[in-house]
């Protein structure tokens, strides 16, 4: 993975990102998960995104440059993962939403649990992180440099299997198309319309 990759808006770097693999190496051991399901934020433009009404320090890695992790708190429970993508001061992001495990499953499952299915493992933006190791200590770090936490290359997408639709959970611009997932893929995330919403009109 490059950066010229992830030099463009989310939108177009979300589809893309499906296949892609995030891997983390730890003294426990590494593991490694392929993206399956993504939600793309467009800053400044995107009512939805962390970066909306400007820049702060909890959002400041998101202006970038591409190529870096944005971690954020969710609910004050879970961890979550977003890619940075686009050009320096756009301030957009990728949240990868879901994967699937292909290296190191017993460690994700330590994480995780025991008695979850591998499926599950890394089903939903917070399990995916727990499963992969990745907390706030990561915030900022460079998906391109190789090492603990590296974003690369996996095995090739059919571009008849992505499939899009509203953006899961969000109260503004939900109804975007900017979610991206693997058709049939039984690690991917079910669709939840927050009861906050409104139809927005947007993009």
Known sequence: MNVGKLAHPAEEVAPRLLGAVLTHETPEGTVSIAITETEAYSGSADPASHAYR????RNA?????????????SHGLHWCAN?????????????IRAGKVIEGEDLARERRGDKVESPR????????????GITAEHDGADLLSGAPVALSEGEPVSPALIR???RVGVSKAHDWQHRFYLDGDPTV???RLSPRAKPSGGA
């Open 54 to 57: 400007g820049r702060t320090p």
């Open 61 to 73: 890695v998101m202006f970038g440059p591409a190529g870096y992790l944005y971690v954020y708190r």
């Open 83 to 95: 890619v940075v993508t686009g050009t320096e001061g756009t301030a957009t992001a990728v949240l």
């Open 121 to 132: 493992l890394a089903r939903g933006p917070g399990n995916f992180c727990q499963a992969l």
């Open 164 to 166: 899009s639709g509203p």
């Open 189 to 191: 995330s079910a669709y």
